[in-house]
């Protein structure tokens, strides 16, 4: 009842719900929103949804993990467009490989978000999944989904040019002709 600008920022651009989106409780999400908090903040590190993939993690024993999976949905229901790329060109997909996890990207694919955008480096979801991946899962699932293979970098680079550079890859004798 005493704040006066709920949408008030810090130096970062960042507003109580993006830190509620990042470190907070669903609750503290869906009633920051009824109160009127902007769901289209930009910050100098991105939208909502680079805070929410941040806030992304596998729960530890006991935890049910649901958080995540509740702040995806009350902002979705807000109207907050899961699509819409940071402002660096990023797509959730690019922040979801950027955290190696096959679980997360699993939860972005129902929202219909540009699998082979590019960023402002050049580079597809896929690009960057073959230059991060330790095992080739996420990559092939990012190929299940539509990502194509045949994109190149703006360096005339493809997934399998690039995945062939990458070393852990290429330590555990992972297979990537499934990207020619």
Excluded at 102 to 116: E, G, Q, S, V, W
Excluded at 121 to 149: N, Q
Aim: net charge neutral.
């Amino acid at each position: 009842a005493r704040v006066k600008n709920i949408n008030q920022t810090n130096h970062k651009g960042e507003t109580a719900l993006t830190a509620a989106v990042h470190n907070g409780s669903p609750e503290v999400v869906a009633f920051l929103i009824e109160k009127g908090a902007n769901t289209a903040v930009q910050t100098k590190d991105g939208n909502l949804g680079y805070y929410l993939v941040q806030s992304f993690r596998q729960p530890r024993p006991g935890e049910t993990g649901d958080d995540f999976d509740k702040k995806l949905e009350i902002l979705s229901k807000a109207g907050y467009n899961l699509a819409t790329p940071q402002p660096n060109g990023n797509t959730l997909y690019h922040l979801a490989v950027g955290k190696n996890d096959l679980n997360l990207i699993k939860k972005l694919a129902p929202f219909k978000i540009n699998i082979n955008a590019k960023n402002a480096e050049g580079l597809t979801a896929l690009h960057r999944a073959a230059l991060l991946a330790k095992d080739d899962a996420i990559l092939k699932y990012l190929v299940s989904l539509g990502a194509d293979k045949s994109i190149q970098t703006d360096m005339d680079e493809t997934a399998f040019d690039l995945a062939k550079e990458n070393e852990s890859l290429a330590e555990s004798k992972i297979s990537i002709d499934f990207l020619k």
